[in-house]
């Protein structure tokens, strides 16, 4: 089946640097990802729809210039927390759309100090 | 844009008995797809269930079934047999079936308690 992978699975940072988490279709060529987040028991939001070659799409209340989202391949977009501060601190999960499917990858916990 | 509510928070269950989790969505749409996935302590979302709105034969995943009431806007899950594995929070999701490359809304989610 179609595997979705994001690295880290865990990030612990300061308070004022930037954190990169990578999301990546392993099997399977995807031209549109998108990238949820998740607070403790709540439900997914989603922040931002990325394509492939071109600029993401920010659902409103997003701030396109903390969340940075790249997706510069077929198998692979970027979510870079800028400046992060603790109240970014979050579970963030991206997805990827394979053959009319939408794959899970098993989320990132960001915690900022 | 679309709404999905689940009404229930949390939901309890004995091992062996069947459950159901609530789910209603308002669209203006005619054509879209339902789903439920199941989050377990371990947060990978796994998909349960499927629908196709233009299908009327409701959906069947082994122990996981659906009632889907076009009409009523409304897509519960049946869990029969429970097993202390599908202790989990259950999120139903509306897409449009406009185009695969629309995110899925998510609802609030029900948490599935399941007692030995």
């Known amino acids: 089946g179609a595997v979705v992978s994001q690295h880290p699975s865990r990030v612990i940072c300061k308070s004022g640097t930037s954190v990169k988490i990578e999301c990546r279709s392993l099997d399977f060529q995807a031209t549109t990802m998108f990238w949820y987040r998740q607070f403790p028991k709540q439900s997914l939001m989603l922040m931002a729809t990325?394509?492939?070659?071109?600029?993401?799409?920010?659902e409103q209340g997003v701030e396109k210039d903390k969340f940075l989202i790249n997706h510069a391949s077929l198998t692979l977009s970027t979510l870079t927390v800028t400046s992060a501060h603790p109240e970014d601190s979050s579970f963030y999960i991206c997805?990827?759309?394979?053959?009319?499917?939408?794959?899970f990858g098993p989320g990132t916990r960001l915690t900022v100090t | 844009a679309q709404t999905v509510t689940q009404s229930q928070p949390e939901m309890s269950v004995q091992e062996a008995e069947t459950v159901t989790l609530s789910c209603t969505y308002d669209?203006?749409?005619?054509?879209?797809?339902l789903f439920w996935y199941k989050q377990p302590p371990s947060r990978q979302m796994i998909l349960v269930i499927r629908?196709?709105?233009?299908?009327?034969q409701n959906a069947t995943e082994n122990r996981f079934s659906v009632n889907f009431q076009k009409a009523a806007k409304s897509f519960s899950l049946k869990i029969s047999d429970s097993q202390l594995g599908d202790a989990a929070m259950y999120f139903c999701a509306y897409r449009t079936a406009l185009n695969s490359g629309y995110a899925l809304n998510f609802g609030k989610g029900t948490s599935l308690l399941v007692t030995p």
């Open positions: 669209t203006s749409e005619s054509d879209y797809y």
């Open positions: 990325s394509n492939e070659g071109s600029k993401a799409t920010y």
């Open positions: 997805s990827a759309i394979g053959q009319g499917e939408q794959y």
């Open positions: 629908q196709e709105a233009y299908k009327q």
